[in-house]
């Protein structure tokens, strides 16, 4: 089964999804928004609503709730964080949104209380709902102009920095994390062209096997010092083990990294309670990295 549902209410979620993809991480929730809007249940009725959810073979927003949870630990009561989401319209095809971390244990769920409730009331599967969900701290921003053709591509950095420029953390959100001018990318330039003095800038990335992770991470800091500037850079490493089947007895890993370009002593701080707040969770690893 794909998509959300073969009910007729939720059949044209993935048509719908296709229409405007943003970045795999977010898309979960998007193409499953569907099933989630209907409910207004306990707390205990979510923790059983994404256990019977893990059954099926569809995707669901299990899985991402350790990467919004982290923007709001960041950001807390008194920085204001802003979305440039790499937005991409169309669809390339691909089955994205499927690596989806596991969770029935209310150790999830006690992580970030506000943000599964605010999940749970989602009126509709589309960016604009996401972007209006009652999960984002005060005076949030989104960018949501869609990534041009490469000969325009400055032009459109320099808007995207102009619409963010009050934001005291930017987190940007390709698909495949910093690399070449794509629209799967951000850029080393891109980086650099939004630091100010007083601002973070947070990326996702997913580690592949090319090398060691360890490997890995040394050059992604090595690059973001030689090519963005950065000295000061530090990495939220996670690793959660999921079910390779629902009811499966046997896990895989699944690796997401959380770089922070900039983070003063404060932000530092909150990022590394996060990591050990999660690190809590069964079957989860999370460390704070920085440079040696």
Request: proline residues 6%; positive net charge.
């Amino acid at each position: 089964m794909t998509g959300c549902s073969t009910s007729s209410r939720t059949s044209s979620c993935s048509t719908k999804a296709r229409r405007a993809r943003p970045a795999r991480w977010w898309r979960a929730i998007i193409r499953c928004s569907a099933s989630i809007a209907p409910l207004r249940p306990s707390p205990k009725g979510i923790a059983h609503w994404l256990v019977e959810r893990l059954s099926e073979d569809a995707p669901t927003l299990v899985g991402i709730d350790h990467g919004f949870s982290f923007l709001r630990a960041l950001a807390g009561a008194d920085r204001t964080l802003d979305i440039a989401w790499y937005y991409a319209p169309g669809d390339d095809g691909r089955a994205d949104g499927r690596h989806l971390e596991w969770r029935d244990e209310a150790a999830w769920r006690l992580l970030d209380t506000k943000l599964h409730a605010g999940l749970a009331t989602l009126p509709e599967r589309s960016i604009a709902a996401l972007e209006q969900a009652a999960i984002w701290p005060a005076r949030a921003l989104f960018h949501r102009e869609p990534v041009p053709p490469r000969v325009e591509r400055s032009a459109w950095g320099m808007r995207k920095r102009s619409a963010l420029h009050g934001a005291d953390i930017v987190f940007l959100d390709p698909d495949n994390g910093v690399g070449a001018e794509t629209e799967k990318h951000a850029t080393s330039s891109e980086i650099r062209l939004l630091r100010r003095p007083g601002r973070a800038i947070v990326f996702i990335t997913f580690p592949g096997r090319s090398m060691t992770h360890d490997a890995l991470l040394r050059q992604l800091h090595e690059r973001l010092a030689v090519e963005a500037d950065a000295e000061n850079v530090v990495t939220l490493r996670t690793n959660v083990s999921v079910p390779r089947a629902g009811g499966s007895r046997s896990y895989v890993q699944r690796q997401r990294w959380f770089t922070i370009v900039d983070p003063d002593a404060e932000l530092t701080a909150r990022a590394q309670t996060f990591a050990t707040a999660l690190a809590s969770v069964p079957r989860v690893r999370a460390r704070l990295d920085s440079p040696a």
